[in-house]
């Protein structure tokens, strides 16, 4: 070769090479010899071969063997050994040369490095192979799974791992680690996010970069722990890069390990700051995916729950798209299109005229609410209620979407509420009954038995020798006595009950509630209360009806023994107090000694079926605030200052429009009304009134 050739190939920026027709190496360029490290001895014949990577010579052999077969030029791709060690992605490419005569002569080629094309390729594919991972909704495990081996082709030698945030950001979990053994990976998963734990926690814990050059010469960790098991493994550098969202929220760390002291050039920063971009989309795309997930099986769920479905029409074409859940509560499969006909076939025959008027409202284009009723093929019924809204899309078309909720077991339930509420009103009406019968018959029964014992005391003065007269007389007076007495009070209940209708006359309000004390007494007496009556006596008198006042005090007087029923440190004094009001009006006062109750209650108590007594029923003081109420007056309840609660009416003397309120025409609690009236009417048969 002349020297010129000679400085040709030695400057051409290349490995050059030549070979004898049956491939033997015959020289090998300077570049190619300080490329490699090969010796001087090493330059000729296959020796060449020791410095192609084992992994990618079974394929340039079999190429190279085709071209000398062949004699025709040729090229293959192979990792060339430096001579430090490190691999380099090379193009060869090897040409034949002939003589004068034509016949090959030898070859000659050239090695050019293509090791950053390469590089560029395989970090692209991975990429994209990674994003298309996470576009078509891969799990979390192998996109990072990948990601690591995508990091661990393209930094020769290294080993990646991916570790992840816990939703609450205080702990490290596991990513994937494909290349690092089991238990290193142990060393750092479920830690604290703290700085002082490891590379990991510390890159997490202060959003940056932290670099490990060597494990050996490191002393921000204690020598145990990761950095031992990382050691043992032969690892000796580890460079830590968050992962963040794009939101810049820290969702991992993305560790590359060595197994030499290394610490990173400016093109590993620059993959570091790719393959951590990546990751942070492929983590956030699998937790989004998951949260959607979660709310849309949160969201079946509550409408499984709720028995709610969806359904949209389309009105200028009818066309109608139901949820699966509607499919569920007309019992329909899923697989048969809706149509409005289909529809009809379940609706309630008797709702069906309803269900045209909203057909109509549809058409109209305004937003509604219905209910309707599905008779089922087993002839059970559902109960529907929709709320529709009316949109008009783009294109101008009006289009409902609207919310279907099956509430047929609310609706049972509420009628099983109303039926028990009526059961709860007869069982009132029973108890107050059973109250009031106990006491009619301690008062009859008190002059009854005076009257036979009487009567027994006059026999005996009659049949004595000489009879005694005088005595016999004043017994036989005893027991006219006792016989009136029974009479009075029975005079007292055909005055309580026996009215049939309510009639508006003017009460004397003492008068009515002395009779409905009279009634009470032994119960009062029974239960140890104290009672004191202020009856003013000029009160004027009321227009009402008399029964229906005196059920109200009667009420009152009750609730103020039952309040005292307990009370063992003072006396049980019930105080009944009448006096003229302001305004016309008359008040009635009944305060005790009793339990009392808290302020912020006082309008509670007048609910109806409010009570804390056990046996309890909370219609009393709701019933009575209604007959006050038709008496155009006021039902109030005052806490005491000391011990107990004074309850209190006011009505006025002269009412307008009373007749009118008493005989029902009032709205307010009719039901609760009719109740005493009943209870009355109850009382009548039991009592035997007319
Ligand atoms: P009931 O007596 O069946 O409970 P009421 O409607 O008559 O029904 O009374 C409702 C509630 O009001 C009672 O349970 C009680 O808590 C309260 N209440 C009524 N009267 C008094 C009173 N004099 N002192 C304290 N609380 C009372």
């Known amino acids: 070769m002349d020297s010129r050739f000679c400085r040709v190939v030695e400057t051409l920026p290349g490995l050059v090479w030549t070979s004898l027709p049956d491939g033997q190496v015959d020289f090998l360029n300077q570049r190619w010899r300080d490329y490699t490290g090969l010796s001087a001895g090493e330059t000729t014949g296959w020796d060449w071969q020791t410095t192609v990577h084992p992994d990618d010579l079974p394929h340039l052999r079999e190429r190279w063997d085709a071209c000398l077969a062949s004699g025709v030029p040729g090229e293959a791709q192979a990792r060339l050994r430096r001579f430090d060690g490190a691999y380099r992605w090379f193009l060869l490419r090897a040409s034949p040369s002939a003589d004068a005569a ?30 298309e991972m996470a576009a078509s909704g891969q799990p979390m495990a192998a996109m ?40 290193f990976v142990t060393t750092i998963i479920g830690r604290p996010v703290t700085a002082d734990a490891d590379p990991c926690a510390m890159a997490a814990r202060l959003d940056q970069q932290v670099i490990v050059a060597d494990l050996a010469s490191e002393t921000r960790w204690p020598a145990d722990g990761w950095r031992q098991t990382g050691l043992e ?86 066309e109608i798209t139901w949820s699966e859940e509607i499919y569920r509560i007309f019992e329909l499969d899923p ?33 509604y609410e219905h209910d309707y009723r599905l008779l089922m093929p087993d002839r059970s019924v559902k109960y529907l209620h929709v709320v529709a809204h009316a949109n008009r899309g783009e294109d101008g078309e009006l289009e409902y979407i609207a919310a279907v909720q099956d509430v047929t077991q609310r609706r049972l339930a509420e009628d099983a509420l109303a039926k028990a509420r009526s059961e709860l009103t007869r069982v009132a009406r029973v108890s107050s009954l059973g109250a009031l019968t106990a006491s009619i ?27 005694n007269v005088d005595g016999a007389r004043e017994t036989a007076r005893r027991t006219i006595r006792d016989g009136n007495r029974a009479s009075d009070v029975i005079t007292r209940l055909r005055a309580l009950f026996g009215k049939k209708d309510a009639t508006i006359e003017p009460v004397d309000l003492n008068e009515a509630t002395s009779e409905v004390i009279a009634l009470s007494l032994s119960e009062l007496q029974r239960n140890r209360v104290i009672l004191r009556q202020e009856l003013a006596d000029d009160l004027p008198r009321v227009i009402g009806d008399r029964v229906q006042l005196q059920q109200v005090v009667l009420n009152l007087l009750r609730n103020a023994m039952d309040s005292m029923s307990g009370v063992a ?28 109750f808290d302020p912020q209650d006082a309008e509670r108590l007048f609910d109806a079926f409010y009570t804390t007594k056990s046996g309890g029923m909370g219609i009393g003081l709701s019933v009575s605030r209604s007959i006050i ?13 000391g011990p107990g609660a004074a309850f209190a009416f006011s009505i006025p003397e002269r009412p307008g429009g009373i007749s009118h309120a008493l005989a029902g025409g009032v709205t307010d609690a009719p039901d609760l009304g009719a109740i005493w009236t009943s209870a009355v009417t109850d009382a009548r048969n039991v009592i035997g009134t007319t």
């Open 102 to 131: 034509g016949d090959i002569a030898g070859w000659c080629g050239v090695a050019v490095d293509i090791e950053d094309r390469v590089r560029a390729e395989t970090l692209l594919a991975g990429e994209r192979r990674v994003l």
């Open 335 to 367: 697989a048969v299109p809706v149509t409005l006909d289909l529809i009809l076939t379940r609706v309630h025959p008797e709702d069906l005229p309803s269900f045209q008027d909203m057909l109509e409202r549809q058409r109209r284009g305004s937003d």
């Open 629 to 641: 109420e038709r008496h155009h007056g006021r039902l109030w309840a005052v806490a005491n200052d």
């Open 441 to 467: 018959a301690h008062e009859v029964n008190q002059p009854l038995s005076g009257i036979i014992t009487n009567a027994g005391t006059c026999l005996r003065m009659l049949a004595a020798d000489p009879p």
């Open 144 to 183: 990072l799974d990948a990601l690591c081996r995508l990091v661990e082709a393209t930094i020769g030698g290294c080993r990646c791992g991916v570790v992840l945030l816990d939703a609450r950001g205080a702990r490290l979990e596991h990513g994937a680690a494909p290349g690092l053994p089991e238990h």
């Open 233 to 318: 493994l032969g690892l000796r550098a580890c460079w830590a890069t968050p992962i963040a969202s794009i939101h810049r929220k820290v969702l991992g760390v993305l560790a590359i390990h060595h197994h030499a002291p290394r610490t990173p050039a400016a093109s590993d920063q620059a993959l570091m700051e790719q393959f951590t971009r990546i990751a942070g989309i492929a983590i956030e795309r699998a937790q989004n995916d998951a949260a959607l997930k979660r709310s849309e099986a949160f969201l079946a769920e509550t409408r499984r729950l709720s028995s709610t479905g969806g359904f949209s029409k389309r009105v200028a074409t009818g």
């Open 569 to 596: 440190d003072r006396p049980r004094l019930l105080v009944v107090r009448t006096e003229p009001d302001q305004d016309d009006h008359v008040r009635l006062t009944v305060r005790d000694a009793g339990v009392g």
